[in-house]
Nanobody, 123 residues
Framework: QVQLVESGGGLVQAGGSLRLSCSPS????????WGWFRQAPGKEREFVAA????????YYADSVKGRFTISRDNAKNMVYLQMNSLKPEDTAVYYC????????????????WGQGTQVTVSS
């Protein structure tokens, strides 16, 4: 059974930083591309960042480019989202997602999802 477990969310002031972690199990880590999405109340789930299954290429939403960094640790089978210079508009539930040998900005591309972790940025 595949599981993705996110952690690291919380309450932070504007300008602060958080690092989200995604711990997957039940799949071969190196065969998957990894994405982070977020969903704010009343809004659709939106793409944040992704890293290809090869690990060499990253993609970011324009709204987070230069502030967020997606990374993966193949030795630990972990995926991270480092979030710096956080803004109130970054407030959302953040989801980790896995896509078999693929990665894209569209949620439908992904095969597995975590349960989400809440990030709240106060002004």
């Amino acid at each position: 059974q595949v599981q993705l477990v996110e952690s690291g969310g919380g309450l932070v002031q504007a300008g602060g930083s958080l690092r989200l972690s995604c711990s997957p199990s039940g799949l071969t880590f190196s065969n998957y591309g990894w994405g982070w999405f977020r969903q704010a109340p009343g809004k659709e789930r939106e793409f944040v960042a992704a890293r290809t299954w090869s690990g060499y290429t990253t993609y970011y939403a324009d709204s987070v480019k230069g502030r967020f960094t997606i990374s993966r640790d193949n030795a630990k089978n972990m995926v991270y989202l480092q979030m710096n210079s956080l803004k109130p508009e970054d407030t959302a539930v953040y989801y980790c997602a896995a896509s078999y040998r693929n990665v894209a900005r569209t949620p439908g591309t992904y095969d597995y999802w975590g349960q989400g972790t809440q990030v709240t940025v106060s002004s």
